[in-house]
Structure formats: structure tokens, C-alpha cells
């Protein structure tokens, strides 16, 4: 899950201090956490953005063969899709505006968070 925050460097001294949790990846404007299994992002607000609500959730998926096309027929719309080094990811919209990072990687032990922001939403394309 990533949340937006104000203080980034507060909110990771909490995360890290406080909880126990590893950094596992930074960058100009955000944190990822990782706390067992699980990664936690923390990303800078916008000017004006709410604070401490859900930028996006993040899901491994086990397969990446045929994903796209099986999100297609369920008739969810797909916002952006993202290859990276160490993982591949397929990002959806969700119910009420909820954004939805499906991930895979190779190696599932893997928590490397290379990315950045998630890509904002584009408008669906009319159907014919």
C-alpha cells in the first residue's frame, strides 16, 4: 500500500524507528518500507493533496502470462502498464477512483521497489 504524506522523513523515522521497518528503496519523492512480508510506500503530498490516504494498493499476481488479456475480459480498465528490471506491473481502475497496482515479479521473495509513481489515470476511450 503507498499513502501520502506531508513530512516523508517524519513518517519514515516512525516507520523505521518506531516499527522495525527496513527501507528497501528511495527516491526523490518517496520511501518503501518493507515490515515481514509486506511493502509500505510513503509518498511527498502534492500542494493542497489530502494527507494520509491511500495513493495506491499494490497486489502480487503469480502469473504475468495473460493478465492483461484476462483483465480485459472482466471488463476492468486497465490506466498503465510499467516494465521495470526486477518486475513487471499492470495498473488498473478500481471502485470509487481506487487505484490497483498488479505486480510480478520473477523472483516472488523479491521486495526491490524500483518504481516511481504510480501513472495517473487516463481518461476510458469511448466504445464503439
Sequence with gaps: ???KVRNREKARRFF??????????EGPDH???LFGDQVLGLHDA??????G????????VSEWTGLRSRVGRARVVIIGEKER?????????GPEGLRIELVWRPDPHSHSCSHGTVPP????EAEE
Excluded at 46 to 51: F, N, T
Excluded at 53 to 60: C, E, F, K, Q, T
Excluded at 86 to 93: C, G, M, T, V
Design 85 to 93: 528490471e526486477d518486475s513487471r506491473s499492470l495498473f488498473l481502475r
Design 46 to 51: 502534492e500542494e493542497g493533496e489530502a494527507l
Design 16 to 25: 523505521v524507528e518506531q516499527l522495525g521497518m527496513d527501507i528497501v528503496g
Design 1 to 3: 500500500m503507498d499513502v
Design 53 to 60: 490516504g491511500v495513493d495506491h494498493i499494490a497486489l502480487r
Design 31 to 33: 520511501t518503501f518500507l
Design 121 to 124: 489515470p487516463k481518461e476510458p
